[in-house]
């Protein structure tokens, strides 16, 4: 290694051999000074060009403010989880009654068999019922949320609360239940016709069977798809029950023979379509 000092003018004076070896900085034009016989002597080093890019630089730029963002990660897996419960209490129902889904199917095609079927007791009985009744409202109260979720139908004061919103809807969903069976179970007395009272409401109880086992696997599908197109079908396939479901009602209320056709239109109307158009009002704000 050689040692280095600097003259006066800023030159670096480098002592040693002239066989030596100097090292210089490529961005630096300075003059050398080796030694020989005679003395020190000078030799100017050719400027190289400068680095056309700097790690450090004389200025600065303009300042950059950056504000990130939370990602909101919109969770849905308690909804999973509820319809999973759901399934399971259906497959202990399946367990304890091995020919259910038989029964529902030749219930569905024919009322004869229907009412066969509910005079004896074959498709529900008191204890399922109840368990039945459960996975109904859980199912329908699901189906709703994630309507809602999607279309922004009604604004919940505080949508970060997903779950309590959810409970909103379940209860709602009970309480509008246990209103309609009281109310058809007030006028079966009332008009004295409690066969078809009863049919009625079994009937409706029927067809909310099938419609939550219908829409478990489309309801947990939903959840991982990041598209309408399975609410659409839910929503298509709940009409078309709706639908059948409304017309074996209007055909168990014809049975009634002390009634006028009219009399018998406007209280189905009063059981099955008024509800409907009083939600869609409640809801539509």
């Not at 066989?19 to 003059?31: G, M």
């Not at 400068?50 to 950056?66: D, N, R, V």
């Not at 478990?216 to 709706?242: C, E, G, K, M, N």
Request: glycine letters at 4%; a positive charge; proline letters at 4%.
């Amino acid at each position: 290694m050689h040692d280095k000092t600097f003259s006066n003018d800023g030159n670096w004076l480098i002592k040693g051999k002239i066989s030596d070896t100097v090292y210089l900085r490529p961005d630096i034009t300075k003059h050398i000074y080796l030694p020989n016989k005679s003395g020190m002597r000078p030799i100017e080093v050719a400027k190289e060009d400068e680095p056309t890019q700097k790690l450090i630089t004389g200025h600065f730029s303009q300042k950059i403010t950056i504000n990130p963002k939370p990602l909101l990660v919109n969770s849905q897996e308690w909804q999973v989880g509820l319809l999973v419960f759901a399934l399971l209490i259906l497959s202990l129902v399946r367990l304890t009654q091995k020919n259910i889904v038989k029964l529902l199917q030749k219930g569905i095609t024919s009322r004869n068999k229907f009412r066969q079927l509910f005079r004896e007791g074959l498709i529900f009985s008191p204890q399922r019922r109840l368990l039945i009744l459960f996975v109904q409202i859980l199912i329908i109260s699901n189906l709703i949320y994630q309507i809602n979720d999607w279309y922004h139908v009604y604004q919940f004061k505080k949508t970060s609360r997903q779950l309590l919103d959810f409970f909103i809807i379940f209860m709602a969903v009970f309480g509008y239940i246990s209103l309609k069976t009281m109310v058809v179970k007030l006028s079966g007395f009332i008009f004295k016709t409690p066969v078809q009272s009863s049919e009625y409401l079994a009937n409706v109880f029927f067809f909310n069977t099938i419609a939550a086992l219908l829409f478990i696997p489309l309801l947990i599908f939903s959840v991982y798809v990041p598209t309408d197109f399975v609410i659409v079908l839910l929503i298509i396939l709940a009409s078309i029950l709706f639908i059948f479901r409304a017309i074996r009602g209007l055909v168990i209320s014809w049975d009634i023979q002390n009634y006028s056709f009219y009399q018998k239109f406007m209280y189905f109307c009063a059981l099955e379509i008024l509800p409907v158009i009083w939600i869609v009002n409640v809801l539509s704000g």
